[in-house]
């Protein structure tokens, strides 16, 4: 071939193959980046406030799956305490759940930041659990059910005692409160549940966590009057 003929063949810029490298490199990361890029998240985190978030590392998946097993569209809209990185929440979209019918919780900023970015279309509030008002959070409709990533074994009596208090406020008369826990029963104290007129049942535990963890159905004893909202 001619040096003239050559050159008249059509060639590719340079420049398309670097866009579409470009490109490429938008795309949303791997799970395991993710998942490695949170755990950085929560160790730093920890590692600045220990009590506040009380765990080195985010819940993994089989712990998302256990504490939302029970949990359908029908109870929506849902609120989830401590959401974190947002581990449950994606549980909670897998269980057929929209968006718009969660309410996550989440007192660290960092952390309220990337709930937002990663979950648009739900209501995230940076709030303190043990601070909401019911009659704020559900001013209509109450939820079916409560989510709880907060390491409750790490409070005192009485903030476990208002984050209850509020959540039981917020949830139908038929609803219920799952928690986790990396103890060997209940975090919430027996005289917390019998003050409030509540009861704990084991649903489950998964070993594929680190640590293993447990998880409970918290819900009242027997139907009572709707709660003061305040």
Excluded at 175 to 197: D, E, H, M
Aim: charged share 20%.
């Amino acid at each position: 071939m001619s040096l003239s003929a050559k050159a008249d063949t059509p060639q590719r810029p340079a420049l398309s193959a670097e866009r579409d490298r470009a490109q490429t490199d938008h795309r949303a990361p791997p799970m395991s980046t993710r998942c490695g890029s949170d755990s950085l998240r929560f160790l730093r985190s920890w590692a600045s406030d220990p009590l506040r978030v009380a765990a080195i590392a985010p819940s993994g998946v089989r712990l998302a799956e256990l504490i939302t097993r029970e949990i359908t569209p029908d109870h929506g809209p849902v609120l989830e305490l401590g959401a974190g990185t947002g581990v449950f929440t994606r549980a909670l979209l897998a269980r057929g759940l929209a968006e718009g019918q969660l309410t996550l919780v989440e007192m660290g900023p960092d952390f309220a930041a990337l709930l937002r970015m990663r979950f648009p279309q739900a209501r995230v509030l940076q709030r303190d659990a043990a601070r909401l008002s019911a009659s704020v959070l559900f001013p209509q409709d109450r939820a079916g059910a409560v989510v709880s990533g907060l390491g409750l074994l790490s409070m005192k009596p009485r903030r476990v005692l208002a984050i209850l208090k509020t959540a039981f406020a917020c949830l139908r008369p038929d609803g219920s409160l799952y928690q986790f826990t990396y103890g060997p029963r209940c975090p919430v104290p027996p005289s917390i549940l019998t003050r409030l007129g509540l009861q704990a049942q084991r649903i489950g535990g998964t070993w594929a966590n680190l640590p293993p963890a447990s998880v409970y159905r918290i819900s009242r004893s027997a139907p009572s009057p709707l709660p003061d909202r305040s």
